[in-house]
């Protein structure tokens, strides 16, 4: 799906590209520093890399099912990466539903949670590298396709 002749898919992906790893950030700023203020930042940056991520995802959807038909190694590539980065926004789903129960009230996360929110960050750059390769690869996204 294309607005202006660009992708919706890429336009979008970049929010939770950078907001989930701020999310990291912050959190780890605020349960070593148990400033409020990281803990709030790392909320909303969460809320909103989620968020967007929800929106993202169904449009790369609309974008996979033309790729049925044309290009076979896109479309398992494709499948690779919508798998790992459906799994990481899940994840991080239930992370700020938690997080949300207990809103207005921001506590730090704990060790484990930080350490969960690091290994998803780096499953999230694994499904975006597949992801790059549909379309540094495959040209898929490209206004010349």
């Not at 990481?88 to 949300?100: A, E, H, P, Q």
């Amino acid at each position: 799906m294309k607005i202006f002749g660009h992708p919706l898919h890429l336009m979008l992906i970049h929010f939770p590209a950078a907001l989930l790893p701020m999310d990291l950030v912050c959190a780890g700023g605020f349960y070593w520093t148990g400033n409020a203020a990281f803990g709030t930042a790392s909320f909303f940056a969460m809320m909103g890399g989620v968020g967007v991520g929800w929106i993202a995802m169904a449009f790369g959807l609309m974008d996979l099912i033309p790729l049925a038909d044309k290009k076979q190694k896109a479309l398992k590539t494709a499948l690779i990466h919508g798998g790992i980065n459906s799994f990481v926004l899940l994840c991080y789903s239930v992370l700020l539903f938690i997080s949300w129960k207990n809103y207005p009230e921001i506590t730090p996360d704990s060790f484990v949670t930080l350490v969960s929110k690091a290994v998803l960050i780096g499953f999230m750059m694994l499904g975006n590298y597949y992801g790059a390769r549909l379309v540094l690869t495959f040209n898929i996204g490209k206004e010349d396709e």
